[in-house]
């Protein structure tokens, strides 16, 4: 029945011309020439090639000693050594698009564990820089050997330098605005005057006869860039999750802390509490100095958090956490509500990342909201205005959760 089956694909791609023949190109591909595959078609040449690389990730066992393609997987693998492995980068970098080398690289290190080999300095020249691969890196900072760090330090940079391009000045021209219309003045020069608030604020004063308002009072931006005007904590939790969260958050406090109007302090924890505000001005120490991995005391950051505020109604707080609390839930809660009650800005992040929410504590969610401290995903996109928004004291544009984000 099998070779009845396969020969009557066969013939009916011969039939269909260019197009199925495409497809079982394609199927042949997924499904990796077991013998029950269906297609009857031999691969030869960049396809084979194609083949072989597909088989040495998706055909071997896992770390765990299962099969990569289920029951019937293919039997081939990466092996344990760093030469073979390098080809393979190799390989799959000439075949495939960057964005499916990133999710085939993440799969390698996941499924085969491999991730001690990227210890090695020719392993990490092989690889293809992302987001992930940067957050496997920082958990495996400390056992690293001196060899390999520059070259790992080298892969990070390149990373954080592709999220700067595409984020930082789109950010520092929200967060200019959002600064600039809280700091509105009453007797403005003529280009500073904001003409919308302006008009609303002399409504009665209009001339039907005229068409026109008469403005009796005059309101205007002021010019924020001469002094802080604000004050941002990010405080991050640096549990092994958060990874990418930590990356983005990094590189947002590099950009917040480059502007003179903003005072910017970043604080990383996970049972211990580590300031690294001084390393701000190049994300990559801020992102070596981190630990990823560990519990969690989202109390004792926030108690560090909120024994730095000296201007509690110009400042705004950035919690980026999973809400798993390992610390005295009770006191968190109270910490926030009694920040609030002072005049903070509070904003809870469970993830700023491309990826959505985490896996997170729903309990402490719902009571943080209770607060009037919403906690939700947040996307690097969508980050410089949730930022504007609580500079200026409006509410969040809290993204609906049953639409994609942005």
Not at 172 to 191: M, V
Not at 314 to 332: F, Q
Request: glycine share 10%; hydrophobic share 40%; net charge neutral.
């Amino acid at each position: 029945m099998t070779t009845g089956t396969t020969t009557g694909r066969t013939t009916e791609a011969a039939a269909g011309g260019p197009a199925a023949e495409e497809r079982l190109r394609r199927w042949r591909l997924v499904l990796g020439g077991e013998g029950a595959d269906g297609t009857g078609r031999a691969l030869a040449g960049r396809d084979a090639a194609m083949d072989g690389a597909l088989t040495a990730l998706y055909g071997g066992r896992d770390s765990g000693g299962n099969r990569g393609g289920g029951s019937g997987g293919r039997s081939a693998g990466l092996g344990g050594s760093a030469p073979s492995v390098a080809r393979w980068l190799g390989d799959i970098r000439t075949y495939f698009p960057t964005s499916v080398v990133q999710i085939m690289q993440r799969d390698a290190i996941d499924r085969l564990g491999l991730a001690a080999l990227l210890l090695e300095p020719e392993m990490l020249e092989a690889v293809e820089a992302d987001v992930h691969l940067v957050g496997t890196l920082l958990s495996l900072n400390k056992a690293m050997p001196e060899t390999t760090k520059e070259t790992a330090r080298a892969v990070v940079r390149t990373v954080v330098k592709d999220i700067e391009k595409r984020l930082a000045t789109r950010t520092r021209a929200t967060l200019t605005g959002a600064l600039d219309r809280s700091a509105r003045i009453s007797r403005p020069r003529h280009r500073d005057i904001d003409w919308d608030r302006t008009i609303r604020a002399n409504l009665k004063n209009y001339l039907p006869e005229q068409g026109t308002v008469v403005p009796e009072r005059l309101i205007g931006y002021g010019r924020a860039a001469r002094s802080v005007k604000k004050e941002v904590v990010l405080c991050i939790d640096q549990s092994g999750s958060m990874a990418a969260s930590v990356v983005y958050a990094s590189v947002f406090g590099a950009v917040l802390a480059s502007m003179r109007s903003l005072d910017t302090r970043l604080v990383v924890f996970d049972t211990a509490v580590v300031d690294l505000t001084d390393q701000l001005d190049d994300p990559v120490d801020v992102l070596f100095g981190t630990q990823l991995g560990g519990g969690t005391d989202i109390n004792r950051a926030l108690a560090y958090c909120q024994s730095r505020i000296t201007r509690p109604a110009e400042t705004v707080v950035v919690l980026i956490s999973d809400l798993y609390e390992g610390g005295i839930r009770d006191e968190m809660l109270k910490r926030v509500a009694a920040m609030k009650a002072s005049g903070v800005q509070f904003v809870t992040l469970l993830a700023l990342s491309d990826e959505g929410a985490p896996a997170y504590d729903r309990e402490h969610a719902a009571a943080l909201a209770e607060l009037g401290a919403p906690a939700f995903a947040c996307t690097p996109d969508l980050f410089p205005d949730v930022m504007a928004a609580a500079l200026e004291k409006r509410p969040l544009p809290v993204p609906d959760p049953e639409l994609p984000h942005p």
